[in-house]
């Protein structure tokens, strides 16, 4: 008989051979950086011939629960480039800080505007951060809309995901918005040749009503926003906006909206 | 006899406040054959001199392209210039890569300024025994930048350095004002004639021993040699006699 306690309750050693501890290990990968927790819905934005608008909901959801209301998910960069965030919240915030330190360090080498970082720089940046992070199994799980002018201050609008893939369009949403948003920015703007005939009012307009639309039909969205302007006149950014002339009417033709019960 | 007992190592001071060291790493420089580079509007363009060691040798790399945007010419040791080029087109790589960006000429400067003065100050290590020209066009156009082996770097207008450059540098004082508005060929004829100054006697400018590097705003980086500067030189020295060449170089045939 073993009379070592650790040995006791476990299968004899000379009877099933010695016991493999692997079943025991408390240590393993770590998973929790592998869901998020506090996540922003939506971020939608459109090219028009002067530049880039983009928008998101000032919304911070914990699960299906409306959290922090006030959270500005938008982040101007320079005065050619806006980045916004879909995704966990506290990754964006991490994100906030690295775009922090690039802008610190790329301000002591250049003072001048036009050598400084343009949109299409910031984007390539990004995505190479989203790629690293996702091949070290630990991805912040965000997918941005980075939005600004490009080298030659031509309208630039590219997105990065979590899995570092990028994509660019003339419109783009990220989250819901790619289900609900898109199809309605692609009526308007279905393809690259159209964004020279459409202007800053209409292109603000589209963004708006989509971002109705998206507050009428996605339950982790709001109706307090930021949006922001991007042309070579520099950054537009507006973070208190509210939703305006919202209708309700159509929900009572919904089944199961309210009281309803067939 | 005499010694010194402060150039053993780059980390101690004379009482007089020198790092001898570093100074010799200068003279180092000016061993090497002669360098200039000038800047203009829309070009920047590097002129140097090659040498080779014996006449059945091939002539040694004075000129060095990084990126497709600007290159570095050399005077010193060239194994310490192959080691900072290497690093030059890494670092130059890697904003393309990183940032989609080609790397603006003071920020590469600024990086191996940084390396080379980490040289002076850390024991067991020796300064680099080059010093460089660094010319290109970035996003804010043209420049010129001169890199000593103390991390010293300094934005020029037309830099000369090397064997004998006092001359050249006179030349470029002497002609400061027209390069900011000169065109492609009269800055690389400028380059070339203060290149002449700084040479010895006996000495000529042939295709063999020069190499012109230069680029420009929408016009990449690229080095001239042999055949490709020939009309350079026609057209720069139209008066002076002609070379006890060989091999048909009717350079100068009369004129």
Redesign the interface.
């Given at each position: 008989m073993n009379h070592l306690p650790q040995a006791w309750g476990r299968p004899r050693d000379d009877v099933y051979g010695a016991y493999s501890n692997s079943f025991l290990q408390t240590s393993g990968p770590t998973t929790h950086t592998q869901s998020p927790i506090v996540t922003g819905t939506s971020v939608i934005a459109v090219k028009f011939k002067d530049g880039v608008v983009i928008a998101a909901d000032n919304l911070a959801s914990y699960g299906s629960l409306a959290r922090f209301t006030d959270v500005k998910r938008l982040r101007k960069f320079n005065t050619r480039a806006v980045v916004g965030f879909g995704g966990d919240v506290s990754d964006m915030q991490y994100l906030d800080r690295l775009l922090s330190s690039l802008d610190i360090r790329e301000n002591y080498?250049?003072e001048?505007p036009?050598?400084q970082?343009h949109a299409?720089?910031l984007h390539?940046?990004l995505s190479?951060v989203m790629y690293k992070r996702r091949s070290d199994f630990n991805p912040l799980w965000n997918h941005l809309l980075v939005a600004g002018l490009d080298?030659e201050n031509k309208p630039f609008l590219a997105s990065a995901d979590l899995l570092g893939t990028t994509f660019s369009s003339p419109t783009l949403a990220t989250g819901f918005g790619a289900h609900l948003a898109q199809p309605i920015l692609r009526r308007t703007v279905p393809d690259e040749a159209t964004v020279a005939s459409v202007t800053k009012e209409q292109a603000v307009e589209l963004v708006k009503e989509s971002m109705k639309v998206l507050f009428y039909r996605d339950a982790r969205s709001m109706d307090k926003y930021s949006i922001a302007v991007i042309t070579k006149e520099g950054v537009e950014l507006k973070e208190n906006e509210k939703l305006e002339n919202q209708s309700w009417a159509f929900a009572e033709g919904i089944r199961g909206y309210g009281t309803q019960v067939n | 006899m005499f010694r010194n007992n402060y150039d053993n190592d780059s980390v101690t001071f004379s009482p007089q406040g020198r790092i001898f060291q570093v100074e010799y790493a200068s003279e180092a420089v000016k061993q090497g054959s002669v360098v200039v580079g000038i800047v203009s509007k829309t070009h920047a363009v590097l002129a140097a001199i090659k040498r080779n060691a014996e006449e059945l040798s091939s002539y040694q790399k004075k000129i060095i392209p990084i990126d497709s945007h600007y290159g570095v010419a050399l005077a010193g040791l060239a194994s310490d210039a192959r080691v900072l080029s290497n690093f030059m087109k890494q670092q130059s790589l890697a904003s393309r890569l990183t940032y989609d960006r080609a790397i603006p000429l003071a920020e590469i400067t600024l990086r191996i300024a940084d390396r080379a003065q980490s040289n002076t100050q850390n024991y067991g290590k020796r300064p680099y025994g080059v010093g460089l020209l660094i010319a290109g066009v970035d996003a804010r156009g043209p420049h010129l930048f001169e890199f000593q082996p103390s991390g010293v770097t300094q934005e020029m207008q037309a830099c000369g350095i090397g064997a004998r450059s006092q001359m050249a540098r006179t030349y470029l004082e002497r002609n400061l004002e027209e390069f900011e508005g000169a065109s492609r060929e009269e800055l690389v004829k400028h380059a070339l004639r203060a290149l002449k100054e700084s040479l010895a006697q006996d000495k000529e400018l042939t295709i063999e021993n020069t190499s012109v590097g230069l680029c420009g705003v929408d016009e990449n980086f690229k080095l001239y040699e042999h055949a490709e500067v020939q009309e350079w030189l026609e057209t720069t020295f139209e008066n002076r006699e002609a070379p006890a060449e060989e091999e048909g170089m009717e350079v100068d045939s009369d004129s």
């Amino acid at each position: 008989m073993n009379h070592l306690p650790q040995a006791w309750g476990r299968p004899r050693d000379d009877v099933y051979g010695a016991y493999s501890n692997s079943f025991l290990q408390t240590s393993g990968p770590t998973t929790h950086t592998q869901s998020p927790i506090v996540t922003g819905t939506s971020v939608i934005a459109v090219k028009f011939k002067d530049g880039v608008v983009i928008a998101a909901d000032n919304l911070a959801s914990y699960g299906s629960l409306a959290r922090f209301t006030d959270v500005k998910r938008l982040r101007k960069f320079n005065t050619r480039a806006v980045v916004g965030f879909g995704g966990d919240v506290s990754d964006m915030q991490y994100l906030d800080r690295l775009l922090s330190s690039l802008d610190i360090r790329e301000n002591y080498a250049e003072e001048s505007p036009d050598a400084q970082l343009h949109a299409k720089n910031l984007h390539t940046y990004l995505s190479k951060v989203m790629y690293k992070r996702r091949s070290d199994f630990n991805p912040l799980w965000n997918h941005l809309l980075v939005a600004g002018l490009d080298g030659e201050n031509k309208p630039f609008l590219a997105s990065a995901d979590l899995l570092g893939t990028t994509f660019s369009s003339p419109t783009l949403a990220t989250g819901f918005g790619a289900h609900l948003a898109q199809p309605i920015l692609r009526r308007t703007v279905p393809d690259e040749a159209t964004v020279a005939s459409v202007t800053k009012e209409q292109a603000v307009e589209l963004v708006k009503e989509s971002m109705k639309v998206l507050f009428y039909r996605d339950a982790r969205s709001m109706d307090k926003y930021s949006i922001a302007v991007i042309t070579k006149e520099g950054v537009e950014l507006k973070e208190n906006e509210k939703l305006e002339n919202q209708s309700w009417a159509f929900a009572e033709g919904i089944r199961g909206y309210g009281t309803q019960v067939n | 006899m005499f010694r010194n007992n402060y150039d053993n190592d780059s980390v101690t001071f004379s009482p007089q406040g020198r790092i001898f060291q570093v100074e010799y790493a200068s003279e180092a420089v000016k061993q090497g054959s002669v360098v200039v580079g000038i800047v203009s509007k829309t070009h920047a363009v590097l002129a140097a001199i090659k040498r080779n060691a014996e006449e059945l040798s091939s002539y040694q790399k004075k000129i060095i392209p990084i990126d497709s945007h600007y290159g570095v010419a050399l005077a010193g040791l060239a194994s310490d210039a192959r080691v900072l080029s290497n690093f030059m087109k890494q670092q130059s790589l890697a904003s393309r890569l990183t940032y989609d960006r080609a790397i603006p000429l003071a920020e590469i400067t600024l990086r191996i300024a940084d390396r080379a003065q980490s040289n002076t100050q850390n024991y067991g290590k020796r300064p680099y025994g080059v010093g460089l020209l660094i010319a290109g066009v970035d996003a804010r156009g043209p420049h010129l930048f001169e890199f000593q082996p103390s991390g010293v770097t300094q934005e020029m207008q037309a830099c000369g350095i090397g064997a004998r450059s006092q001359m050249a540098r006179t030349y470029l004082e002497r002609n400061l004002e027209e390069f900011e508005g000169a065109s492609r060929e009269e800055l690389v004829k400028h380059a070339l004639r203060a290149l002449k100054e700084s040479l010895a006697q006996d000495k000529e400018l042939t295709i063999e021993n020069t190499s012109v590097g230069l680029c420009g705003v929408d016009e990449n980086f690229k080095l001239y040699e042999h055949a490709e500067v020939q009309e350079w030189l026609e057209t720069t020295f139209e008066n002076r006699e002609a070379p006890a060449e060989e091999e048909g170089m009717e350079v100068d045939s009369d004129s």
